[in-house]
């Protein structure tokens, strides 16, 4: 199994409150993703990196800001939580760019009340 | 823009009866296309893939072969078993990406084989 994990796993939370998730990978992999996971919808792409501090906007980037300070550790921000915000959120890597796979965390379940 | 489209589910089956979910594609240029599955509780991981018009990417006894002409990827297995219960992802290589690897995925289909 890739080496990539998640936290929290699961987390409650408030509307208006800041919320930070973190992917972690063992792997060395040059790209990460953070995707979510919502009824009908699939998995849509929030946010992805390319590499240290490269970072760029997927389809459904608003109200979400990332960060990647060290190859391992990519972290998705929430600065104020929305009802809206509440899904399962996914990390994935890869280190073979458009023909490659991608691998999966296990996810975060992130409810905003 | 690029999309994928997957028939809706659920779909329930008997063990061992034939499987077919289908999923096409609209996108501009040479995608790659992509079979993922999702098991109660886990994270996606990849079924089969294909890179290129005509391939057939196999595993686990399933099958899918990217069609160009009829801009589809249907996913088929033989004889199903009450393991194979589990949400299946068609997706797509955005091929404006570069070569970052982004995925466009269907909404997901849910599989229930029962006994």
């Known amino acids: 199994d890739a080496g990539i994990t998640q936290s929290p796993r699961h987390k409650v939370t408030e509307t208006g409150t800041p919320v930070t998730l973190r992917c972690h990978q063992t792997?060395?992999?040059?790209?990460m993703y953070w995707y979510r996971q919502d009824p009908g919808h699939g998995l849509r792409l929030i946010h992805y990196s390319y590499g240290v501090k490269d970072t760029d906007k997927g389809e459904v980037s608003d109200g979400y800001s990332v960060s990647r300070s060290k190859t391992e550790d990519f972290l998705l921000t929430l600065e104020s939580a929305t009802s809206s915000q509440t899904s399962v959120y996914f990390c994935a890597i890869s280190g073979q760019g458009v023909t490659g796979e991608l691998f999966f965390g296990e996810g975060s379940r992130l409810t905003v009340l | 823009g690029n999309s994928v489209t997957q028939m809706e589910g659920p779909v329930t089956l008997s063990e061992e009866a034939f499987l077919t979910i289908n999923c096409t594609y609209t996108a501009t240029g040479y995608p790659s296309l992509f079979w993922y599955v999702q098991y109660p509780g886990e994270g996606l991981q990849l079924l089969l893939k294909?890179?290129?018009?005509?391939d057939k990417g196999s595993n686990k006894g399933f099958e899918a072969t990217y069609r160009k002409e009829t801009t589809s990827f249907h996913l088929e297995k033989g004889s199903v078993q009450v393991s194979d219960s589990a949400v299946y992802f068609c997706a797509l290589s955005d091929p404006g990406s570069g070569n970052t690897g982004k995925l466009i995925f269907g909404q997901g289909t849910t599989l229930q084989v029962k006994p």
């Open positions: 294909a890179t290129k018009a005509d």
């Open positions: 792997e060395n992999h040059r790209y």
